[in-house]
């Protein structure tokens, strides 16, 4: 993969990253927004778990990312989507580094995991369900309804996959289609096989990305992606 292919991918994961987050804004009464194509961002916090702003170009200004966020409260966090920032002097720190992760449309789908094999899989339909849904992503605690993923994000381009023994959810992922690209996040229940397997059904002539890292990117790299990048999240200390 040459360069220019690579930094497009990038850009294109990192744009389908702010759709699902976006998604998740506007659920809890957000109106986050595009500094042009070189920003994502929300003005007040966000949910827990998901960024204030998002680099969607190389070679953002720092200023530009952090004058449009509320650095005034507990929490603001950044994704450095080219881990190319240095936000150390505006009290931030890196919370975390990834990889994004990428595989072509039309690649042999992995071989089910042994925990996995048998699932059946299907999209989550109403809010029953996601809360199901949402308990078993939280190892069977559940938020009580005070979890990031709300009833209104079924639909907006985003599909909720669930497998499922005896009815009982035991695996799943989110799915959405921003950027022209698959974006597989909130993965659980080593459930690749069948969230690709999934994902090919719905929208074969696109590629997939998302972004991992310890064993997770291992198991991502073992079910087909590339590495194609690193990417840094920032966390307001001080």
Same mark, same amino acid.
Request: hydrophobic residues 45%; negative net charge; charged residues 20%.
């Given at each position: 993969?040459?360069?220019?292919?690579?930094?497009?991918?990038?850009?294109?994961?990192?744009?389908?990253?702010?759709?699902?987050?976006?998604?998740?804004?506007?659920?809890?009464?957000?109106?986050?927004?595009?500094?042009?194509?070189?920003?994502?961002?929300?003005?007040?916090?966000?949910?827990?778990?998901?960024?204030?702003? =998002?680099? /969607?170009?190389?070679? @953002?200004?720092? *200023?530009? +990312?952090?004058?449009? &966020?509320?650095?005034?409260?507990? %929490?603001?966090?950044?994704?450095?989507?080219?881990?190319?920032?240095?936000?150390?002097?505006?009290?931030?720190?890196?919370?975390?580094?990834?990889?994004?992760?990428?595989?072509?449309?039309?690649?042999?789908?992995?071989?089910?995991?042994?925990?996995?094999?048998?699932?059946?899989?299907?999209?989550?339909?109403?809010?029953?369900?996601?809360?199901?849904?949402?308990?078993?992503?939280?190892?069977?605690?559940?938020?009580?309804?005070?979890?990031?993923?709300?009833?209104?994000?079924?639909?907006?381009?985003? =599909?909720? /996959?669930?497998?499922? @023994?005896?009815? *009982?959810? +035991?695996?799943?992922? &989110?799915?959405?289609?921003?950027? %022209?690209?698959?974006?597989?996040?909130?993965?659980?229940?080593?459930?690749?096989?069948?969230?690709?397997?999934?994902?090919?059904?719905?929208?074969?002539?696109?590629?997939?990305?998302?972004?991992?890292?310890?064993?997770?990117?291992?198991?991502?790299?073992?079910?087909?992606?590339?590495?194609?990048?690193?990417?840094?999240?920032?966390?307001?200390?001080?």
């Amino acid at each position: 993969m040459n360069e220019t292919t690579r930094t497009a991918l990038l850009r294109r994961a990192a744009l389908n990253n702010t759709a699902w987050c976006g998604a998740v804004c506007r659920a809890h009464g957000l109106e986050p927004r595009y500094d042009g194509e070189q920003l994502w961002f929300s003005a007040r916090r966000t949910p827990p778990m998901y960024p204030d702003a =998002v680099t /969607l170009e190389p070679g @953002v200004p720092a *200023r530009n +990312v952090v004058r449009g &966020v509320d650095t005034a409260s507990a %929490g603001c966090s950044v994704k450095d989507s080219f881990a190319d920032l240095d936000l150390a002097g505006d009290g931030f720190e890196v919370l975390f580094e990834a990889q994004w992760i990428h595989r072509p449309a039309g690649a042999p789908l992995p071989a089910a995991e042994p925990e996995a094999a048998g699932l059946e899989w299907s999209e989550v339909s109403d809010a029953e369900e996601l809360a199901a849904w949402e308990a078993a992503f939280d190892g069977g605690e559940g938020a009580g309804g005070d979890g990031p993923f709300r009833p209104g994000l079924l639909g907006e381009g985003i =599909v909720f /996959l669930a497998g499922r @023994v005896d009815g *009982r959810i +035991v695996a799943g992922a &989110v799915a959405n289609t921003g950027g %022209g690209v698959v974006g597989v996040s909130n993965l659980f229940g080593a459930a690749w096989a069948g969230v690709l397997g999934a994902v090919r059904a719905r929208w074969p002539q696109l590629d997939v990305v998302g972004y991992e890292h310890g064993e997770d990117l291992e198991a991502a790299v073992r079910a087909g992606f590339a590495p194609i990048g690193p990417l840094r999240v920032w966390l307001l200390t001080q």
